[in-house]
């Protein structure tokens, strides 16, 4: 297998979606499981629809379109293909079988009355769901279902198993299971928190792991390292934090790395980061920015910092939203606010576009507030 550095130095552009009538933000993205050929990509966009393609051919497929208001998420299921999640800012997180013909959801998980979903996340296994609320009056919740359906009727609305409602005091905006442990999962906030739960204890205050603080308000939350005991975040001003949770039980600092603004910090021109990924094979972590011309930079993490590793040029013409790195295959997919879908490959013929072409103007505003941390609890 090639390096690290060979394997992103190398990409280039293969495929281009095919522009759609309506030019969108494309938001998030995830690739099913399965065998490759009939590997789908879902997008999410700025028009409230979700736009499905063939991970290959980048062929558009179909587009679902019953989301009211905003999307906050899209994940496919790990051990079925076919199945799609979506939260939305309604109260909901819809089910989608994208064999089927029909453009209905086959299973809503409601929350609470006044529950705004600004992210969620699935169990490795496919058994629980769990969205994070945005605040209301003092309240913001963790609001948990069993994603398996033992009702008869397969398009009834699914209540909620219970809620977490002391771990945070504003919007939760991420929650990340586990990679490969179905019971912990990571939940972040503008109050800058990032909690690490065990969901088997019985109460909240037992499931509480590890309390970490990035002093910011949290935009991405991963796992890392060797058996994925590593938890790192972005921050909505560009901050990175990284943190080892292997440390918890002993008298070490469980903190790797906290940079405030990697932009001020990083020697090539960054004006934004979108997320990160662990390379398993190489025990690396990669985080994931660009530039607002549409530049994306690959950065190496250690300990010391983080270094440049590979800029990709010639793809987008405007911020890039989305990503999905496939380490088997090594492709990645892009996606931005050109409303262009990408694919990439190792010495694939480069395709050039005149990006002036490509512009679009803007239709989502992002609101980011950043809140006084002062008083969090955290172990650094």
């Known amino acids: 297998m090639e390096t690290i550095e060979k394997q992103f130095v190398n990409l280039r552009v293969a495929k281009r979606a095919a522009p759609?009538?309506?030019?969108?933000?494309?938001?998030?993205?995830?690739?099913?499981?399965?065998?490759?050929?009939?590997?789908?990509?879902?997008?999410?966009?700025?028009?409230?629809?979700?736009?499905i393609y063939n991970r290959e051919t980048l062929t558009f497929l179909r587009e679902y379109n019953a989301h009211p208001n905003l999307l906050?998420?899209?994940?496919?299921?790990?051990?079925?293909?076919?199945?799609?999640f979506s939260a939305c800012s309604d109260g909901t997180v819809k089910c989608w079988d994208t064999c089927l013909s029909s453009s209905d959801a086959v299973k809503v998980f409601s929350g609470f009355p006044l529950n705004v979903f600004i992210s969620?996340?699935?169990?490795?296994?496919?058994?629980?769901?769990?969205?994070g609320t945005e605040k209301y009056e003092d309240d913001v919740f963790m609001v948990f279902?069993?994603?398996?359906?033992?009702?008869?009727?397969m398009s009834a609305t699914q209540e909620p198993l219970g809620v977490y409602s002391d771990?945070?005091?504003?919007?939760?905006?991420?929650?990340?299971?586990?990679?490969?442990n179905p019971s912990l999962v990571a939940s972040g906030s503008t109050d800058g928190l990032?909690?690490?739960?065990?969901?088997?204890?019985?109460?909240?205050?037992?499931a509480l792991v590890a309390t970490c603080n990035s002093n910011s308000?949290?935009?991405?939350i991963g796992w890392a390292g060797k058996d994925y005991k590593q938890i790192y975040c972005l921050t909505h001003d560009e901050g990175f934090c990284w943190w080892d949770l292997a440390q918890l039980d002993t008298e070490e600092p469980i903190t790797l790395l906290n940079i405030q603004d990697v932009r001020e910090t990083f020697s090539t021109k960054v004006n934004y980061l979108v997320g990160g990924l662990y390379h398993e094979l190489t025990d690396k972590l990669l985080i994931i920015g660009g530039t607002h011309m549409g530049d994306i930079q690959v950065m190496?993490?250690?300990?010391?910092?983080?270094?440049h590793l590979s800029t990709l040029r010639g793809g987008h013409a405007a911020t890039v939203r989305s990503f999905h790195w496939n380490l088997e295959d090594e492709y990645l997919l892009t996606g931005g606010e050109d409303a262009q879908l990408l694919l990439w490959k190792p010495g694939a013929e480069e395709i050039s576009l005149p990006k002036k072409s490509l512009k679009i103007a803007s239709s989502v505003e992002l609101k980011v507030r950043v809140h006084n941390k002062s008083k969090a609890k955290n172990k650094n």
């Not at 969620?120 to 969205?131: E, M, Q």
Request: with cysteine; aromatic share 6%.
């Open 20 to 51: 759609t009538k309506d030019s969108t933000y494309l938001l998030n993205m995830d690739v099913s499981k399965g065998e490759k050929n009939r590997q789908l990509v879902a997008i999410s966009c700025s028009n409230k629809s979700i736009r």
């Open 72 to 84: 906050n998420g899209i994940h496919f299921a790990h051990c079925c293909e076919n199945v799609l």
């Open 120 to 131: 969620f996340d699935v169990s490795c296994n496919d058994t629980i769901i769990c969205a």
């Open 145 to 153: 279902w069993d994603a398996r359906s033992n009702s008869k009727n």
């Open 167 to 180: 771990c945070h005091n504003d919007d939760i905006t991420q929650i990340c299971f586990h990679p490969s």
């Open 194 to 206: 990032v909690n690490v739960f065990d969901i088997n204890k019985d109460c909240e205050d037992d």
């Open 217 to 220: 308000s949290v935009s991405f």
């Open 300 to 307: 190496n993490c250690d300990i010391n910092g983080l270094s």
